[in-house]
């Protein structure tokens, strides 16, 4: 709710309002945003590895990330410009962006290989809700530029300092003492060894095409609805919630279902194509709607197969997950360079994109939907084709 629910609607709003002229540079603050936690996701779960506190490992970096995320979405409620806008959202992505990443951490901390998937297709749930949750909310206050931020984001903060008091963690006061972190470790953080661990390259691979897609989608789902219905962006926000409501059926459904199955059958790879033939073809009748009703069916596709790949993926990437005892932490991060490097690169190639459209803002976002159809589906045939350790 506090992280996604602003980028698909929230900073669509306020810039509309700030650089009502230039669209694109919503590419350009999320890009720079998502660039963040590129540099600081690794770093953090190295250091996450190696705490030793009463709190254990994840909880004090949870509770100091959650303050700062809410600081920064407090820049950018304020920002009087573009410049100050994409400062606030860098604060915001450093702190709710990275405290995503020790959630996940905490996960694989704890979770058998026999729960991944369940557990994977909940969180898939819980994320798709809650990213359309915060756009409902958000709508609700589409008034204010400073509420429809906090608000959303209040709730988030508030739930994820839930998580820090609830799931426990063992004392590691008493802990053997960590190795000392040098520059070398720390860079260390950000390689690995490719060939020793393939099936873990391939799954990032994977992941990366298919979260480029869903990014270059996403991003501009707001303007790319306003375009096609002929109404002004402030206007558009309860119309996305209406939409994204109708998506929870089919998000809830595919993830739930699908982790369901996939630890029953013990298969995660068919689903992963699944995922992307499903997110394919909602990106092409989207693209292609000539009513609001069809818009909503390709909608409800795309959302079927981005719940379906983010349940499973979850599960396979942990099934593949290197050193899980040791460095969980650090492997976590560089699998979320697969999530923030497309949040990276996709907005910011994205104006590029639209430019390939035939003049009208309708067509050009049109292409954008055709073009991440063809990435989710390249990234579900390299999973498929290419892990070979997971069924």
Wanted: charged content about 10%.
């Amino acid at each position: 709710m506090a992280l996604v629910g602003p980028i698909g609607y929230s900073l669509s709003v306020l810039l509309a309002r700030i650089a009502p002229e230039n669209q694109e540079f919503l590419g350009y603050v999320t890009g720079v945003g998502a660039l963040v936690v590129v540099l600081a996701g690794p770093l953090v779960g190295i250091l996450s590895d190696r705490t030793r506190s009463r709190l254990g490992r994840r909880r004090p970096w949870l509770i100091g990330l959650t303050m700062v995320g809410f600081a920064g979405l407090l820049i950018v409620s304020v920002s009087p410009n573009v410049w100050i806008a994409l400062l606030g959202w860098g604060v915001t992505q450093l702190g709710f962006g990275i405290a995503a990443l020790q959630v996940t951490s905490s996960m694989g901390d704890r979770l058998p290989e026999s729960q991944r998937g369940k557990v994977a297709g909940l969180t898939g749930v819980a994320t798709m809700v809650g990213s359309i949750a915060g756009v409902a909310l958000a709508s609700a206050f589409a008034t204010s530029n400073l509420l429809i931020f906090l608000v959303p984001g209040l709730v988030g903060a508030t739930f994820i300092l839930l998580f820090a008091v609830f799931v426990k963690e063992p004392d590691l006061r008493n802990a053997a003492a960590p190795e000392k972190v040098t520059m070398g470790s720390l860079l260390s953080g950000y390689h690995y060894n490719v060939k020793k661990y393939k099936d873990f390259s391939w799954n990032w691979l994977g992941r990366f095409l298919f979260n480029f897609g869903v990014t270059l989608s996403s991003t501009f789902t707001t303007f790319f609805f306003a375009a096609k219905l002929g109404l002004p962006v402030t206007q558009i926000g309860g119309l996305v919630a209406i939409a994204g409501l109708l998506g929870i059926v089919c998000t809830v459904g595919g993830a739930a279902l699908s982790g369901f199955l996939s630890d029953r059958l013990k298969r995660r790879k068919s689903f992963i194509l699944l995922a992307g033939v499903l997110f394919a073809v909602g990106a092409v009748i989207a693209w292609l709607a000539p009513d609001l009703p069809v818009l909503l069916i390709g909608l409800c596709a795309l959302q079927l197969g981005l719940g379906i790949f983010s349940a499973v993926d979850q599960a396979l990437y942990l099934d593949v997950l290197p050193e899980q005892d040791t460095q969980a932490g650090r492997f976590v991060a560089i699998t979320q360079f697969s999530t923030s490097i497309p949040q990276v690169a996709a907005p910011l190639l994205a104006p590029a994109f639209l430019l390939l459209g035939a003049g009208s803002a309708e067509d050009n976002y049109g292409v954008l939907y055709l073009i991440s159809a063809g990435f989710a589906l390249t990234g579900g045939l390299v999973i498929l084709l290419r892990v070979k350790s997971v069924r």
